[in-house]
């Protein structure tokens, strides 16, 4: 008796409390060949009839019938050391009556006695109620699902551990999860991937169910993504959960409801961007543009706005806190007008020294009430100044007397250039009307004569973007040629395309025709002073020779002054050769011409004395009222030199020197001859040959400076004159 009451503390010990008091299940510990050691209340009160000493063995309340299976079963229990529970149904009589009941038993090894032998547990149920209760849980369990499966939102329900127990087919739906999938799924489970509206993560303790189940309240309306695998995309739900309480106020398990709001969410997030977008521009436009309620209070405003106007703008301020009052009240009556009218106004006018062009217009609700007004607003100041300039620049040309094309650039070629604009000159000169020119290419104009090379000229010109100015034959309608003076001006855009060529056509003709003229009568009168200086020098040559033939019928004191003479002459005569001989006639090479008379005086002199002259004259050209002087002037001092100047002496030096600077010549002449007395001044003097020579300083306008002691030096300087005798000849 001790040791059961023993082994009974043992066994109340290691069977839990709500198993050995439970009211649904039978409870007994018997050993392997059934003696029973233990058995539960709700086993006694079926079975033992409220005894407190139980039957010996476990098979003594069985059907007589069932007895050799459930031996069998311990046996087999036993001999097999099964930990898993062996399951059999037997019939067990209900005490104090000959009444079976069905019992479904599972029989496991449960401990060991003292004696080392095996003890087993046996768990039993009535299978009548177990039959009955699983009808009625299968039926109500149907119903539920029926229920839940009507729903259009998903519902899941969860146990205290998040775990899912059941769901409805819109739940898998919207999940994209199979229910074998998702139930037992509990809410930290790793295939989840929840995120927040701002697109982070959704921790798992801030999820609805978590919140339910911590808090023990109800938690409502909360958004969260989740993925679903089948549509590879995140759903948007609108999330409840909801904790149903025991009675001993815990959680048992939590009802979550679930509302597809993805096309909701997805329009807001496009209705979102586009105003997002709607702003970027608005604020990026290169005009002002502002929106205000009826009562003229500003509801939005973009930056050039606030740029413009230089100020930080705020919703809710009015024109009379950015405006002076004249101005306000003026902006207050087109308001008024827009609002009153239910009409779009478009005006124009200014703020300060800037001009706006403006357009205002009515916002309407639902019901065609007008509840706000817009408006845009932009600078036209540069517009406006343009407009005034080619409003100017058009009065120019169609009031000149020139004619002006403009022609637009179509294709790469000249050729497909077409023209777009014409002045009035331009049809009356040529003879075509508008209908006539308009489209056309500009090579029309060009005909037979048309200078083909220029033309090259002018295609090189419009490859190249080059300004071109050129002389060229066209023709008119009626086929008749005029020459004009065209100038050609590209017209570019930003990015440095050509998109228009200007044309300048000046009529020439007549000038042309002038010219022709000028140049035949220039071609004459060339012709007729080349004759007139070749006769003057023949006349000359006539003259010398006559003195020649003179001097030799004299004697030599008498042939001094006849060669003198016949030099002078000559150098005279030798500027007309010289003169007839270029083509311009109106002005004679200087070094040429006295590298020419020097040498001839020098032959003339017949001097048996070794004189050298010395030569720097620099290159230039003097008309024929300064050659002559310098060559008459040449010839007094060469003649003089020889004459005087190395009387006492076999050998002897001529020093000459020319040089121009700044538009005047420099003359130096010098000789190694003794000097002789004389003033330094050629006006005063009885000498013809120094008479001669001042009269030549003086048709020179130079002036000079003369030393005659110890040797003989003059140096004068004069002014190039460019204008002589046909000197406008070209």
Same mark, same amino acid.
């Given at each position: 008796?001790?040791?059961?009451?023993?082994?009974?503390?043992?066994?109340?010990?290691?069977?839990?409390?709500?198993?050995?008091?439970?009211?649904?299940?039978?409870?007994?510990?018997?050993?392997?060949?059934?003696?029973?050691?233990?058995? !539960?209340?709700?086993?006694?009160?079926?079975?033992?009839?409220?005894?407190?000493?139980?039957?010996?063995?476990?098979?003594?309340?069985?059907?007589?019938?069932?007895?050799?299976?459930?031996?069998?079963?311990?046996?087999?229990?036993? +001999?097999?050391?099964?930990? $898993?529970?062996?399951?059999?149904?037997?019939?067990?009589?209900?005490?104090? $009556?000959?009444?079976?009941?069905?019992?479904?038993?599972?029989?496991?090894?449960?401990?060991?006695?003292?004696?080392?032998?095996?003890?087993?547990?046996?768990?039993?149920?009535?299978?009548?109620?177990?039959?009955?209760? $699983?009808?009625?849980?299968?039926?109500?369990?149907?119903?539920?699902?029926?229920?839940?499966?009507?729903?259009?939102?998903?519902?899941?329900?969860?146990?205290? !551990?998040?775990?899912?127990?059941?769901? !409805?087919?819109?739940?898998?739906?919207?999940?994209?999860?199979?229910?074998?999938?998702?139930?037992?799924?509990?809410?930290?489970?790793?295939?989840?991937?929840?995120?927040?509206?701002?697109?982070?993560?959704?921790?798992?303790?801030?999820?609805?169910?978590?919140?339910?189940?911590?808090?023990?309240?109800?938690?409502?309306?909360?958004?969260?993504?989740?993925?679903?695998?089948?549509?590879?995309?995140?759903?948007?739900?609108?999330?409840?959960?909801?904790?149903?309480?025991?009675?001993?106020?815990?959680?048992? *398990?939590?009802?979550?409801?679930?509302?597809?709001?993805?096309? *909701?969410?997805?329009?807001?997030?496009?209705?979102?961007?586009?105003?997002?977008?709607?702003?970027?521009?608005?604020?990026?436009?290169?005009?002002?543009?502002?929106?205000?309620?009826?009562?003229?209070?500003?509801?939005?405003?973009?930056?050039?706005?606030?740029?413009?106007?230089?100020?930080?703008?705020?919703?809710?301020?009015?024109?009379?806190?950015?405006?002076?009052?004249?101005?306000?009240?003026?902006?207050?009556?087109?308001?008024?007008?827009?609002?009153?009218?239910?009409?779009?106004?478009?005006?124009?006018?200014?703020?300060?020294?800037?001009?706006?062009?403006?357009?205002?217009?009515?916002?309407?609700? $639902?019901?065609?009430?007008?509840?706000?007004?817009?408006?845009?607003?932009?600078?036209?100041?540069?517009?406006?100044?343009?407009?005034?300039?080619?409003?100017?620049?058009?009065?120019?040309?169609?009031?000149?007397?020139?004619?002006?094309?403009?022609?637009?650039?179509?294709?790469?070629?000249?050729?497909?250039?077409?023209?777009?604009?014409?002045?009035?000159?331009?049809?009356?000169?040529?003879?075509?009307?508008?209908?006539?020119?308009?489209? *056309?290419?500009?090579?029309?104009?060009?005909?037979?004569?048309?200078?083909?090379?220029?033309?090259?000229?002018?295609?090189?010109?419009?490859?190249?973007?080059?300004?071109?100015?050129?002389?060229?034959? +066209?023709?008119?309608?009626?086929?008749?040629?005029?020459?004009?003076?065209? *100038?050609?001006?590209?017209?570019?855009?930003? /990015?440095?395309?050509?998109?228009?060529?200007?044309?300048?056509?000046?009529?020439?003709?007549?000038?042309?025709?002038?010219?022709?003229?000028?140049?035949?009568?220039?071609?004459?009168?060339?012709?007729?002073?080349? /004759?007139?200086?070749?006769?003057?020098?023949?006349?000359?040559?006539?003259?010398?020779?006559?003195?020649?033939?003179?001097?030799?019928?004299?004697?030599?004191?008498?042939?001094?002054?006849?060669?003198?003479?016949?030099?002078?002459?000559?150098?005279?005569?030798?500027?007309?050769?010289?003169?007839?001989?270029?083509?311009?006639?109106?002005?004679?090479?200087?070094?040429?011409?006295?590298?020419?008379?020097?040498?001839?005086?020098?032959?003339?002199?017949?001097?048996?004395?070794?004189?050298?002259?010395?030569?720097?004259?620099?290159?230039?050209?003097?008309?024929?009222?300064?050659?002559?002087?310098?060559?008459?002037?040449?010839?007094?001092?060469?003649?003089?030199?020889?004459?005087?100047?190395?009387?006492?002496?076999?050998?002897?030096?001529?020093?000459?020197?020319?040089?121009?600077?700044?538009?005047?010549?420099?003359?130096?002449?010098?000789?190694?001859?003794?000097?002789?007395?004389?003033?330094?001044?050629?006006?005063?003097? +009885?000498?013809?040959?120094?008479?001669?020579?001042?009269?030549?300083?003086?048709?020179?306008?130079?002036?000079?400076?003369?030393?005659?002691?110890?040797?003989?030096?003059?140096?004068?300087?004069?002014?190039?004159?460019?204008?002589?005798?046909?000197? !406008?000849?070209?």
């Amino acid at each position: 008796m001790q040791l059961l009451k023993g082994l009974k503390k043992k066994l109340l010990s290691e069977i839990p409390c709500w198993l050995a008091s439970s009211k649904n299940s039978y409870v007994l510990v018997t050993d392997e060949i059934g003696e029973i050691l233990f058995a !539960n209340d709700y086993y006694r009160e079926e079975f033992l009839a409220h005894s407190q000493s139980p039957p010996a063995n476990f098979t003594d309340i069985l059907h007589p019938s069932d007895i050799p299976e459930m031996k069998n079963g311990m046996l087999a229990c036993t +001999n097999n050391g099964r930990k $898993s529970p062996y399951t059999i149904i037997n019939k067990s009589r209900v005490s104090n $009556s000959n009444n079976y009941k069905s019992i479904k038993w599972e029989c496991s090894i449960f401990d060991s006695s003292s004696e080392g032998k095996p003890l087993l547990i046996h768990l039993g149920h009535d299978v009548v109620i177990m039959e009955n209760e $699983s009808e009625y849980k299968s039926k109500t369990s149907n119903s539920l699902n029926e229920l839940i499966d009507d729903l259009q939102i998903g519902v899941v329900i969860q146990d205290v !551990n998040s775990n899912i127990l059941l769901s !409805n087919q819109k739940a898998e739906e919207l999940l994209g999860v199979s229910k074998n999938d998702l139930h037992g799924r509990p809410a930290d489970h790793e295939e989840w991937e929840i995120i927040k509206e701002d697109e982070t993560e959704f921790p798992t303790q801030e999820l609805p169910v978590a919140q339910a189940i911590a808090t023990k309240k109800y938690v409502h309306d909360v958004m969260m993504g989740v993925y679903n695998p089948k549509k590879e995309d995140y759903l948007w739900f609108l999330v409840d959960s909801n904790p149903q309480l025991n009675e001993e106020g815990e959680v048992e *398990r939590v009802v979550t409801t679930f509302i597809d709001v993805s096309d *909701r969410i997805k329009a807001e997030n496009a209705i979102k961007k586009q105003q997002q977008q709607l702003q970027i521009m608005m604020n990026h436009a290169p005009m002002v543009i502002f929106l205000k309620d009826i009562s003229g209070k500003y509801l939005f405003f973009n930056n050039l706005y606030k740029s413009f106007l230089g100020k930080d703008l705020k919703p809710g301020i009015t024109d009379y806190d950015i405006f002076d009052k004249d101005f306000a009240d003026w902006c207050k009556n087109k308001d008024r007008e827009v609002i009153e009218n239910d009409k779009i106004i478009n005006f124009k006018h200014r703020i300060g020294e800037q001009v706006f062009d403006e357009t205002k217009f009515p916002i309407k609700d $639902s019901n065609e009430n007008v509840y706000a007004l817009g408006g845009f607003s932009q600078n036209i100041t540069k517009q406006k100044k343009e407009e005034e300039r080619l409003k100017l620049l058009e009065k120019v040309i169609t009031s000149t007397e020139d004619a002006v094309l403009i022609t637009k650039v179509e294709g790469t070629d000249i050729s497909e250039f077409k023209i777009m604009y014409a002045n009035q000159a331009f049809y009356n000169l040529t003879g075509y009307s508008e209908e006539e020119v308009m489209g *056309r290419n500009p090579l029309f104009l060009q005909g037979e004569n048309t200078d083909k090379q220029k033309l090259l000229r002018l295609k090189k010109a419009q490859e190249n973007l080059e300004a071109c100015e050129l002389q060229i034959i +066209n023709y008119k309608k009626d086929k008749t040629e005029f020459w004009v003076n065209l *100038r050609l001006v590209p017209v570019t855009d930003e /990015e440095g395309n050509c998109t228009h060529w200007i044309s300048v056509h000046q009529d020439i003709t007549e000038r042309v025709r002038q010219e022709k003229v000028l140049k035949k009568a220039l071609s004459e009168k060339t012709t007729l002073l080349s /004759e007139i200086h070749h006769r003057v020098k023949n006349n000359l040559a006539i003259v010398s020779g006559l003195l020649e033939l003179q001097s030799m019928e004299v004697e030599d004191p008498i042939k001094i002054p006849l060669k003198r003479s016949i030099n002078r002459i000559q150098s005279i005569a030798m500027v007309h050769e010289l003169m007839y001989q270029t083509e311009q006639l109106s002005s004679v090479n200087l070094k040429n011409y006295l590298d020419k008379l020097i040498p001839g005086i020098y032959r003339t002199m017949q001097s048996d004395k070794e004189i050298k002259i010395n030569q720097n004259v620099q290159n230039c050209k003097v008309n024929i009222n300064q050659a002559i002087p310098l060559g008459l002037l040449m010839n007094e001092l060469l003649t003089n030199s020889f004459k005087y100047a190395f009387q006492e002496t076999d050998v002897g030096q001529i020093n000459i020197s020319i040089e121009i600077e700044d538009g005047k010549l420099d003359f130096s002449y010098n000789d190694s001859g003794p000097g002789f007395k004389h003033d330094n001044d050629f006006k005063d003097t +009885n000498s013809l040959g120094l008479s001669l020579i001042n009269a030549q300083l003086e048709q020179l306008h130079a002036d000079y400076q003369v030393n005659t002691e110890g040797r003989f030096e003059l140096s004068f300087s004069f002014s190039i004159s460019k204008r002589g005798p046909h000197s !406008n000849i070209r």
